[in-house]
């Protein structure tokens, strides 16, 4: 993982290969046992999770058929329905002692929705609001998703984050509604006309999200 930003005692990591869900699982354990905070930014390999609100009727095939086409899956204490995450997305995580920094989870959720929105308008053009029906982030026409929302506070130290759909096939959604929607409703920079010199845009983008929401915090 290389270091690439350190402001306010958050240090923040961008991580050039895929890491398996469950290394980031000890990862952020570990984490809030120490209260060391961090931000990273990486990609997972296929896999679906479910949060606490997880339905059943959700989840569109068999665990057995999920061993087959070799998708992981893990049940978390994280807020939300089922989600998926596979490469070519761009997933952050945020560890945040809320305690330490007198800063209240409401105020936390309402800097990481600035911070991904104001990132993604400057990175490549594109506005993304809000769903008052549904976590995440949408098209202005609130009928296709583009960023997974999920954050777990324990103890007053957050985790979990968001997945904002990059180049990835979404081809892992269509094995779950996810988070109660269809997967149709799904979208991804590719499917709106934004992949071209990804791989730079990836970096602008974590480096314009990291330095907004460092500028928020206290």
């Known amino acids: 993982m290389q270091k690439f930003l350190h402001q306010k005692g958050l240090p923040s990591y961008l991580f050039p290969s895929i890491v398996p869900y469950q290394r980031y699982l000890d990862f952020q354990?570990?984490?809030?046992?120490?209260?060391?905070?961090?931000?990273?930014?990486?990609?997972?390999?296929?896999c679906l999770t479910g949060g606490i609100g997880a339905k059943a009727e959700n989840l569109l095939v068999s665990k057995q058929r999920l061993e087959e086409l070799g998708v992981d899956f893990i049940s978390l204490p994280r807020g939300g329905d089922f989600t998926a995450h596979e490469p070519g997305q761009i997933v952050g995580y945020l560890h945040l002692d809320l305690k330490k920094r007198n800063l209240s989870l409401g105020d936390f959720l309402r800097n990481l929705n600035e911070s991904l929105v104001v990132?993604?308008?400057?990175?490549?053009?594109?506005?993304?609001?809000?769903?008052?029906?549904?976590?995440?982030?949408?098209?202005?026409?609130?009928?296709?998703?583009?960023?997974?929302?999920?954050?777990?506070?324990?103890s007053y130290f957050t985790s979990f984050g968001f997945a904002l759909n990059g180049i990835n096939s979404l081809k892992?959604?269509?094995?779950?509604?996810?988070?109660?929607?269809?997967?149709?409703?799904?979208t991804s920079l590719s499917n709106l006309g934004f992949s071209e010199g990804y791989p730079k845009k990836?970096?602008?983008?974590?480096?314009?999200?990291?330095?907004?929401?460092?500028?928020?915090?206290?």
């Open 29 to 46: 354990e570990n984490s809030r046992k120490n209260r060391r905070e961090s931000m990273l930014f990486l990609e997972h390999s296929p």
């Open 172 to 186: 892992t959604f269509s094995l779950i509604n996810p988070c109660g929607a269809r997967s149709e409703d799904m």
């Open 119 to 154: 990132a993604v308008k400057d990175t490549w053009g594109l506005v993304v609001v809000e769903n008052p029906k549904s976590p995440g982030l949408y098209t202005v026409d609130l009928k296709q998703k583009l960023i997974s929302e999920g954050i777990f506070a324990k």
């Open 202 to 218: 990836r970096k602008e983008f974590v480096l314009r999200f990291s330095k907004h929401f460092l500028s928020l915090l206290p």
